[in-house]
């Protein structure tokens, strides 16, 4: 460096030193040194790293951003030589994870473009192992039209995974846009032998092939029922490719055939519940699903996809409304079911039954449950400035629930955030969810445990905060009333005494 003082190549080599030494600190304000001299990419993806490292997560998303723009991620392949594995599966999992907020928010050919790059990053942390990413970068290669890169990823799958159900349906309705239908046939009958379920669930995914797949599936399903009449897995699947094509009395008189008019099987019964669904019977075919959910849940979003999406609203409510009964007489392990069903086959609008749901939860004592229920809830808020008072009271109480749980969880931390930030969002909604959760009296002492917590870091402005919001709830507490004299003594004198 004081060789070549303008140079990159030494500051970049010492910032890599640095980090593998741990001085994470020095390394980073070295980085920052080196300012906009080009080439820019190896210094962004050090940067970027380096910020993941310390957990500041929006500056590593705008300096990945930035690493993006100037179309240089391939200097990731000789950063990754020198970083730690822990960093390296922080790199993979951020990466994966923008992809899909990405495809989240749309299927539009820049935003498969930006997904791609995000995927194939997080592809190269993994060192070539990431089969997640994998398959969503192999699924946006052929939504991109470019099919044989997409066998390409998905056959990378299947060589160390031969058995990859998404996989072996990915490259086969790829084979398929190609014309190639033997190798479609080929990989979509392994699919089949190792899980039907998913295999027509994805048929029926591809809708401008499903008609051609269903036919093919139909002649496979048939073919196997006559090579193996007495497992009941091929009579399933047949039943299964009956009800996709809409032929609600032909799998129905198959299904009594095989199994008897009421079968006993759960997984049987539930197809009687697909039938239902389509004959209007929703409430019989909801306790159908929710009697399935107790044996085995994988498939329950299988048989919702062969249910018109009208219906599978009319089903959710139903089920919602069979919660309300069954826990109205403290059958709470029952209406979890059935909520589960309602919030599986309500799609977009399942709120209302996560938030029915948590409180089932709670009452079952299950509250890290409760607390991921209400997670993907308030995730769904907007933001403070532009929500409406009823809006932010619906918020506040969405946020005393799961402060409520976590506290219970012994995640006291976290259920303080939850409680200042609902204070702020609407306090006469906030001091009604405190009252009917752990109460002024109780909240305001784990406030005060938690501001001498941060007390003894120095962190006097969330001290301060906490001390408030203690004080709020119990105007009477001489503990925090003593602390918040002393913070505030703290906080007006010239320096602060380590």
Known sequence: ????????????????????????????????SIGTINPRGPTLARLALLQLHRGFLYDTNQLLKKLILCSDTSCLHSLLGVVQPKDRALLQGHCHSAAKRILDGSREEAALREAVIYLSMAI??????????????????????????????????????PKHVQALCGRGFTYLMLDQEKECIHDIL????????????????????AGKLLKEA??????????????????????????????????????????????????????????????????????????????????????????????????AKAAAQEASSVSSEGRWDQAVTLLTVAIQAAGNHKLLYLRQRAACLAQLSLHEQAAADLDKVIQKHGDMESSSLEDRELWADDLCRRGSSLLLCSREEAALDDFIQALELHRDQAIQGIAAGPGRRRLAECFLQGALQHYGEQQLSKVWTM??????????NTELRRLRAKVKREMASPCIVN
């Open 467 to 476: 001390i408030e919001c203690g004080l709020f709830l119990d105007g009477k």
């Open 218 to 315: 139909f002649i496979i399903a048939g073919a196997l029922m006559r090579t193996d009449s007495r497992d009941p897995r091929w009579h399933l699947l047949y039943v299964d490719i009956l009800l996709a094509k809409g032929d609600i009395k032909a799998a129905g008189t198959h299904l009594c055939h095989i199994f008897g008019q009421e079968p006993r099987d759960a997984v049987a019964q539930a197809r009687m519940g697909v039938m239902e669904t389509w004959q209007q019977n929703y409430h019989r075919a909801a306790l159908r699903f929710s009697n399935l959910l107790k044996k085995d849940s994988s498939c329950l979003p299988f048989l919702l996809a062969l249910i018109p999406f009208n219906q599978q609203k009319c089903l």
């Open 124 to 161: 190269m942390a993994s060192g070539g192992e990431a089969t997640e990413s994998l398959l969503e970068r192999g699924r946006c290669y052929a939504l991109l039209g470019q099919r044989k890169t997409a066998i390409f990823d998905f056959s990378a799958i299947l060589k160390k995974h």
């Open 190 to 209: 392994e699919a089949l032998q190792v899980n039907a379920d998913s295999v027509v669930t994805d048929i029926l995914s591809v809708k401008e092939k």
């Open 1 to 32: 460096m004081e060789l070549q003082p303008g140079g990159v190549g030494p500051h970049i080599l010492a910032a890599d030193a640095l980090y593998q030494l741990g001085r994470v600190e020095e390394a980073y304000r070295l980085l920052l």
